[in-house]
T-cell receptor
């Protein structure tokens, strides 16, 4: 079975600082995908970034990057130059690469950006 | 462009009543998922449809829950004889294929409250 662990229930960061949100995972599947989603207070789930287990390079999407350390089974999200609009819940999730791609989610981290 | 559309956005009903929740996926997306988000349980997978394949129902919590997808597009999640523990936000997502690298795009959810 797949499992995602996010150990930071809440984080507070000053605007313009970089922030790292932790995510560790457990799976016996040799091939899998890792995702990060953002959920603002309005409730919608917004896809941020994807990392495949066989990808050689860490994924980047604008201010978001994924620090993928396969041996440590970690997939931390790094947000550079944080903005007030980054305040939200952040969920790490994983799926199998083949077959049903249902997502298994972590419990989330609530990020608050202070001005 | 149209995203995933869910209706109703809010539903309040009495314990024991049946409810139907609707999801209209992004046009052209062949995969459709239902998740449930509640305070105590986080985000849980319920059911997954991919093309003409048999749905993956492994996440449905009881036989009071069922879902169908008509014509490979719109899906309806039905909860019979609702219980108070069914109160949650029900999220629908769609993706363009069955590959594990396809991000799922979520609707705004239906907030279900059982009195």
């Amino acid at each position: 079975a797949q499992k995602i662990t996010q150990t930071q229930p809440g984080m507070f960061v000053q605007e313009k600082e970089a922030v790292t949100l932790d995510c560790t995972y457990d799976t016996s599947d040799p091939s899998y995908g890792l995702f990060w989603y953002k959920q603002p207070s309005s409730g919608e789930m917004i896809f941020l970034i994807y990392q495949g287990s066989y990808d050689q390079q860490n994924a980047t999407e604008g201010r978001y990057s994924l620090n993928f350390q396969k041996a440590r089974k970690s997939a931390n999200l790094v947000i550079s130059a944080s903005q007030l609009g980054d305040s939200a819940m952040y969920f790490c999730a994983m799926s199998k690469s083949r077959g049903a791609q249902k997502l298994v989610f972590g419990q989330g981290t609530r990020l608050t950006i202070n001005p | 462009g149209a995203g995933v559309s869910q209706s109703p956005s809010n539903k309040v009903t009495e314990k024991g009543k049946d409810v139907e929740l609707r999801c209209d996926p992004i046009s052209g997306h062949t995969a459709l998922y239902w998740y449930r988000q509640s305070l105590g349980q986080g985000l849980e997978f319920l059911i997954y449809f991919q093309g003409n394949s048999a749905p993956d129902k492994s996440g449905l919590p009881s036989d009071r829950f069922s879902a169908e997808r008509t014509g490979g597009s719109v899906s309806t999640l039905t909860i019979q004889r609702t219980q108070q523990e069914d109160s949650a936000v029900y999220l629908c997502a769609s993706s363009s294929g069955a590959g594990g690298n396809q991000p799922q795009h979520f609707g705004d959810g239906t907030r279900l409250s059982i009195l």
